[in-house]
């Protein structure tokens, strides 16, 4: 099955720093998800990005839509100790544009920030 | 704006016994997926619900069972619950043809003593 690997694993910064962190897959997708996810709590949609080559941004969040479909990444710049939690990349299973499918999750980038 | 509702937001059982979690999804969304995470890994599809019927089908035990209602509502049943079961669970909802982007709700904890 389809699989998406996060890098890093986790990661430990200080405040104000900038963060990278991406997602490969082994096949391609059509749309990618960031999702941050704090403790016990659901995801939270970050970014959507839906077409090879896209670079969006929300707020300090940039993230971008790999040429080959099959990786992405996502900065935080500036970070602050709120920015702490679980980062998820993710991505409609079938990569079937236009159709509701179910998500494949990578494995997860857990950040910290330290004052 | 509204999200995805989920209820209850904590749940204990007994071994054994049943259990059904409740999702109202975003309104006019008309898909429904469940979820469930382990602790510390990451979320694992269990089903999904488009217009009602079921669209998908992943990792669901055969104890799981799951519906969409007429009012686009949707219920996961457990039954003869087990403690592997303990997680959290996770409704989420998307509109077909809006770009597969996935609302998740705040999730249902269970526990199984």
């Known amino acids: 099955g389809q699989q998406l690997n996060q890098s890093p694993q986790s990661m430990f910064i200080q405040e104000g720093e900038d963060v990278s962190m991406n997602c490969t897959s082994s096949s391609i997708f059509n749309t990618w998800l960031w999702y941050k996810q704090d403790p016990g709590e659901g995801p939270v949609l970050l970014i959507a990005l839906y077409k090879a080559g896209e670079l969006t941004s929300n707020g300090r969040l940039t993230a971008q839509f790999g040429i080959t479909r099959k990786d992405s990444f996502l900065n935080i710049s500036a970070s602050i100790p709120s920015d702490v939690g679980i980062y998820f990349c993710a991505g409609p299973g079938g990569g079937n544009t236009g159709t509701a499918s179910k998500l494949t999750f990578g494995t997860g980038t857990r950040l910290q920030v330290t004052l | ?113």
């Open chain 2, 1 to 113: 704006a509204a999200g995805v509702i989920q209820s209850p937001r904590h749940l204990i059982k007994e071994k054994r016994e049943t259990a059904t979690l409740k999702c109202y999804p975003i309104p006019r969304h008309d898909t429904v997926y469940w979820y469930q995470q382990g602790p510390g890994q990451d979320p694992q599809f269990l089903i999904s619900f488009y217009e009602k019927m079921q669209s998908d089908k992943g990792s669901i035990p055969d104890r799981f069972s799951a519906q969409q209602f007429s009012d686009y509502h949707s219920e996961l049943n457990m039954s003869s619950l087990e403690l592997g079961d303990s997680a959290l669970y996770f409704c989420a909802s998307s509109l077909m043809g809006a770009g597969n982007t996935i609302y998740f709700g705040e999730g249902s904890w269970l526990t199984v003593v």
